[in-house]
T-cell receptor, first 115, second 111 residues
């Protein structure tokens, strides 16, 4: 009974490159949330997706960042033309339903480093 | 603006004592409040959820209180153990199902 799987665990990119972060939710979960955590900062919500739909992207920068959760396969968080400030830990969480009383199940994150 | 505040200073206690962590919030009227534990290099792990009409919730050695008048939640770990050392995060619903987290408080339990 695998939990939320994120890969890669560590990703190094040079400025200007693209970063692709993947998240496979827990089995039976169709709701995915992406968060970013900077050193000494809390988790910041970025985007909430259901299968094939973006429900809430209010926390995601308007430029360079995009997310998808296709019908088949993992959710992808894509960062184009990365800059040093994108260095952070990116966490994905999933839940079986969209209810405010539901806990979220987190993966162990992808640590993105920009050279 | 909405804020969630947790004590940024680490809490150091001795094994066997009760640890009490605080979460204060402003400009929220949450129906639910959640607590998570995060270990270094790992993702947060859900611990407890408490509803606005619940004053207190318990799970094994954990106890959470929720005072909507004071806009505060207290998180207690009784008979603390070194294995309880971690960062503890408080979270509130900011959207229907999206969460806003506090920065967390690090707990260090020494033997």
């Amino acid at each position: 009974n695998a939990g939320v799987m994120q890969n890669p665990r560590h990703l190094v990119r040079r400025r200007g490159q693209e970063a692709r972060l993947r998240c496979s939710p827990m089995k039976g979960h169709s709701h995915v949330y992406w968060y970013r955590q900077l050193p000494e900062e809390g988790l910041k919500f970025m985007v909430y997706l259901q299968k094939e739909n973006i429900i809430d992207e209010s926390g995601m920068p308007k430029e360079r960042f995009s997310a998808e959760f296709p019908k088949e396969g993992p959710s992808i968080l894509r960062i184009q033309q990365v800059v040093r400030g994108d260095s952070a830990a990116y966490f994905c969480a999933s839940s079986p339903v969209s209810e405010p009383n539901q806990p979220q199940h987190f993966g162990d994150g992808t640590r993105l480093s920009i050279l | 603006s909405q804020k969630i505040e947790q004590n940024s200073e680490a809490l150091n206690i001795q094994e066997g004592k009760t640890a009490t962590l605080t979460c204060n919030y402003t400009n929220y009227s949450p129906a639910y409040l959640q607590w998570y534990r995060q270990d270094p290099g790992r993702g947060p792990v859900f611990l407890l959820l408490i509803r606005e009409n619940e004053k207190e919730k318990r799970k094994e050695r954990l106890k959470v209180t929720f005072d909507t008048t004071l806009k505060q939640s207290l998180f207690h770990i009784t008979a603390s153990q070194p294995a309880d050392s971690a960062t503890y995060l408080c979270a509130l619903n900011s959207g229907y199902s999206t969460l806003t987290f506090g920065k967390g408080t690090m707990l260090l339990v020494s033997p």
